[in-house]
Each structure stands twice: as C-alpha cells, then as structure tokens.
C-alpha cells in the first residue's frame, strides 16, 4: 500500500470511528508501528488529525480566524446562543468567553436582564452595548487575535480578583479522553483561571468539537459541569459525554 493510500486510510478510520490504535492498525495493514507513527506525525504536521498516546484523534476543524469562524454555521451557533441565554439568572455575575458561538450568546439575552457580564473579549463587549440593563466588565491584556480575546499576565491578574456564578467557555476540541481542548497555550491558561474563578463552567460546542482534540488541553471533562450542543446529534454521540458525568443541554 502507497504512503498516500495508508494515509487516505487513517483519515478515513477516524472520521469513522473518532480513534485510531497505531499497534492494531499497523497489525491490520502488515506494516510496522514505526511506519504508521511516521504517517501520524505527518499528518499531524498538517494538520489532520490530533496525536495522542498510542495513536490519534480527529483534529479540531475549528481553527479557521474568526472572520472564517463567523461565516461557518451561523444558524446553529444561535440556537446555542439562545438555549445558554437561557441558564442566566437575573443578578447574576457571568463570565463570557471570547469566540463566534458565544456572540451568539450575548446577541440573544433579554432585553430586561439586568446581570453583570465580565468579558475578556471586544467582540461580545461591542455586543452587550445593546443591552441597557447589563454592566459590562472588561478585561484588558494582550490581544489574541485569533479569538480575539485578551490573554497575558494583565489579564490573568483582572480575572484572579472576580468570582463569577457562569463561565461559558469556548473550545476547539471536546473529547471524552483528551477532555476540553483548544489550540493555543496561552489561552488554554487564561480559560482554566476563569473556570477557577466560577462557581459553574459551561462549554458551547457545535458538533465538529465533538470527539475532536486540540494539542492544549484546558480541563477534563469532568471538570466543566455542562455541555450545551444541538439536539440531533444521535445518543450514540452523545453517549460518552454523558457516561463523563456532564449535564447535557440540547439547543
């Protein structure tokens, strides 16, 4: 079999089966391990797939800029946007991340709700200007401009003096092994403090995120309390999310 036919193969295995086992598919193939490794990293190197120990996951396909992002899904992220709207209580103290989805979020709150949102982002601050009744808390730092979202050790210093009641993540990547997921570092670190900071941590995920990976991991999934993502996924999808112990929501 050509290199590009076993790498054809990989892909294919793990848009089917959301997993690869480098032992059992060399085995499969009559290669060696040391091959389809070779064939991991490459891809990887491409972008295609996420490396983890003993083989790989699907890669996040949610790593386009967020003008891209904005483009992708529009009417799905609303529906998501407008059932997370939904969990926020009047008073309440909530921390928004940066991200498409939850622009959506903030577009479909109340016209009356009166709460304080803490933002670490422009885009859902420039947002909340249409809401008379929300206070608005920006974090200033350094701009990550693929989320457009402010990152660094100003930021990290703001966040560690709030305590919300919500965080409602973003994340490139939620999966049942390699938990929630994204791809930059830096903003790994800033969504763990504010996960830390709030009494509950809620993660919008539309359904690529699901079953994918991201080289940087921000929490296992046990960590964040509930997952809200659309409603006609099938429960075989659905099934190890709920085995991890997190309470679905179904936009």
Known sequence: MLTSERKALIQQVLRQEGRLVAKDFSQKLGVSEDTIRRDLRELAG?????????????????VADFAAREQVGSSVKA???????????????????????????????????????????????VELVRHPHVEVELIGGRLFKHSIVAVGATSAEAISRIRADLFFMGATGIHPETGVTTGDREEAA??????????????????????????????????????????????????????????????
């Open 46 to 62: 491409e972008g295609l797939l996420q490396r983890v120990h003993g083989g790989a996951l699907p890669a996040s396909s949610a």
């Open 190 to 251: 800033i969504k763990r403090l504010i996960a830390r900071q709030s009494a509950e941590t809620i993660v919008l995920a539309t359904r690529e995120k699901l079953g994918a990976a991201s080289p940087y991991q921000i929490m296992p999934l046990s960590d964040a309390g509930t997952l809200v993502t659309v409603s006609d996924l099938g429960e075989e999808v659905l099934a190890p999310f709920r085995a991890s112990g997190l309470t679905l929501v179904e936009a």
């Open 79 to 125: 529906r998501l946007g407008q059932a997370a709207a939904r969990m926020i209580q009047p008073g309440q103290v909530v921390f928004l991340d940066g991200g498409t989805t939850n622009v959506q979020l903030a577009r479909h709150l109340p016209q009356n709700l009166k709460a304080v949102v803490v933002t670490h982002s422009p885009s859902i601050a």
